[in-house]
């Protein structure tokens, strides 16, 4: 058995977060690893569980630390997989990177044997109709996040896995079977 680096990725909106919280929250041989982000918390959001959120100053100094598995920015704020927490927790777990599909692939690139999964929306209007429902991000916000709907399910043509996430615990349970499968071979 080895541990398995697993980045998860999809769409603003199709779930991965519920998805990859609720398999942490079941497995204890898996644990998600918290992002860093320059953009503002949302209602409900909490310093160090969805993210670390950090001044732009402080973001440069760590890309200058090299304290980063990769970054990118989206939709003006940055965002970056912290490498030494990554690193530390695959001696005894694997981990779960939940980020954007560029973010993935150069995941893949600092660790070649991590696992890319796409979950993917049964359609674009459920995606949308999820987003407004949510009530976190304005008109332009949930704009901004459909139109990179295309580019993340074509990106996710280089993943290893797509679930479409219709059913919540049907995805779960394909989510822990790919882990379980990887975490074999
Ligand atoms: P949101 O602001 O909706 O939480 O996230 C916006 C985008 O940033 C999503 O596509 C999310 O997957 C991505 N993201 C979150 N954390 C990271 C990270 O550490 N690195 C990269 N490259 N993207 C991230």
Same mark, same amino acid.
């Given at each position: 058995?080895?541990?398995?680096?697993?980045?998860?990725?999809?769409?603003?909106?199709?779930?991965?977060?519920?998805?990859?919280?609720?398999?942490?929250?079941?497995?204890?041989?898996?644990?998600?690893?918290?992002?860093?982000? @320059?953009?503002? &918390?949302?209602? %409900?959001?909490?310093?160090?569980? !969805?993210?670390?959120?950090?001044?732009? =100053?402080?973001? +440069?100094?760590?890309?200058?630390?090299?304290? +980063? #598995?990769?970054?990118?920015?989206?939709? /003006?704020?940055?965002?970056? @997989? &912290?490498?030494? +927490?990554? $690193?530390?927790?695959?001696?005894?777990?694997?981990?779960?990177?939940?980020? =954007?599909?560029?973010? %993935? #692939?150069?995941?893949?690139?600092?660790? &070649?044997?991590?696992?890319?999964?796409?979950?993917?929306? &049964?359609?674009? !209007?459920?995606?949308?109709?999820?987003?407004? /429902?949510?009530?976190?991000?304005? $008109?332009? !916000?949930?704009?901004?996040? #459909?139109?990179?709907?295309?580019?993340?399910?074509? $990106?996710?043509?280089?993943? =290893?896995?797509?679930?479409?996430?219709? =059913?919540?615990?049907?995805? #779960?349970? !394909?989510? %822990?079977?790919?882990?379980?499968?990887? $975490?074999?071979?």
């Amino acid at each position: 058995m080895r541990n398995v680096l697993m980045v998860v990725s999809g769409p603003s909106g199709v779930g991965k977060g519920t998805l990859v919280k609720k398999l942490c929250s079941i497995r204890s041989d898996v644990v998600e690893s918290v992002s860093c982000t @320059t953009r503002e &918390p949302r209602d %409900g959001e909490k310093h160090g569980r !969805e993210y670390y959120f950090i001044s732009k =100053d402080e973001f +440069f100094a760590r890309i200058a630390s090299d304290d +980063f #598995l990769e970054y990118d920015e989206h939709f /003006g704020s940055y965002y970056g @997989t &912290p490498k030494s +927490f990554v $690193k530390e927790q695959l001696e005894s777990k694997s981990v779960i990177l939940e980020i =954007d599909v560029i973010g %993935g #692939l150069n995941a893949r690139k600092a660790f &070649p044997d991590s696992v890319l999964v796409m979950i993917a929306p &049964p359609s674009k !209007e459920i995606l949308q109709a999820r987003l407004s /429902g949510r009530n976190t991000e304005s $008109k332009k !916000e949930i704009e901004d996040r #459909l139109s990179r709907l295309e580019f993340e399910l074509e $990106k996710g043509a280089e993943y =290893d896995y797509t679930v479409v996430n219709d =059913d919540l615990s049907v995805a #779960l349970q !394909e989510l %822990g079977n790919i882990l379980d499968n990887e $975490k074999n071979k």
